[in-house]
């Protein structure tokens, strides 16, 4: 079993062709040949592509047959929607504690002012 990282699974779909490949395997498996149709490459290229998806635990490939047969694993998309969540409850806080001091700080006087 791979261990998803958050660098790991933002290095994988920081490729957009690696993006339409998982955009693809969404809708369900999909053998390599369709795979490499989607991105138009070829058979050597998408196994890379399908590697590093692997590597980041965003996809699983399996034999049958003769053919490869590649799986979306949304595990690692998981890991890093909670990253981002987590991220953003970060910022919310820190601008909330921003607003609150710039509110409570006293007021610059204008020229206007006597």
């Not at 058979?43 to 590649?70: Q, S, T, W, Y």
């Amino acid at each position: 079993m791979v261990k998803s990282t958050v660098d790991g699974v933002a290095h994988a779909i920081a490729s957009a062709p690696r993006r339409l490949l998982v955009g693809r395997l969404a809708e369900g498996p999909a053998s390599m040949s369709e795979l490499a149709a989607v991105i138009e490459v070829t058979l050597p290229a998408i196994d890379k592509h399908v590697r590093v998806l692997e590597a980041a635990g965003l996809a699983r490939k399996r034999r049958v047959g003769r053919h490869a047969i590649v799986s979306l694993e949304p595990g690692g998309l998981d890991l890093l929607a909670d990253w981002a969540t987590g991220m953003r409850a970060m910022w919310r806080a820190r601008l909330v504690d921003f607003a609150a001091h710039v509110d409570g700080a006293p007021q610059r006087r204008t020229e206007e002012e006597p």
